[in-house]
């Protein structure tokens, strides 16, 4: 079954970086457009960041030129490296395969804050 692992998530002052990892196993990685998500307390899920199979990318206005999304097919892992690190970044964050597996995984928490 599909399995998603986020890690990498944690406390920084606002201005910081850090580099969010998630490992999926049960789908076919290679082919899939993989998404970063995150979920702040309060509000509905939004997607953050997308990468095709091919490394085309695509952001939310708020995070274009702070995130940046990869992959590493060989290892099945996508990432999401943020930079410039806000306090309205301050969520959970979460991957997913698209279109949107059930199978959610336990997300990362991000907090930024001073």
């Known amino acids: 079954q599909v399995q998603l692992v986020e890690s990498g998530g944690g406390s920084v002052q606002p201005g910081g970086s850090l580099r969010l990892s998630c490992a999926a196993s049960?789908?076919?990685?290679?082919?899939?457009?993989m998404d970063w998500y995150r979920q702040a307390p309060g509000k509905q899920r939004e997607l953050v960041a997308r990468i095709t199979s091919d490394g085309r990318t695509n952001y939310k206005d708020s995070v274009a030129g702070r995130f940046t999304i990869s992959r590493d097919n060989a290892k099945n892992t996508v990432y999401l490296q943020m930079s410039t690190l806000k306090p309205e970044d301050t969520a959970v964050y979460y991957c997913?395969?698209?279109?949107?597996?059930?199978?959610w995984g336990q997300g990362t928490q991000v907090t930024v804050s001073s």
């Open positions: 049960g789908i076919d990685f290679s082919n899939r457009v």
């Open positions: 997913n395969k698209f279109p949107a597996t059930g199978a």
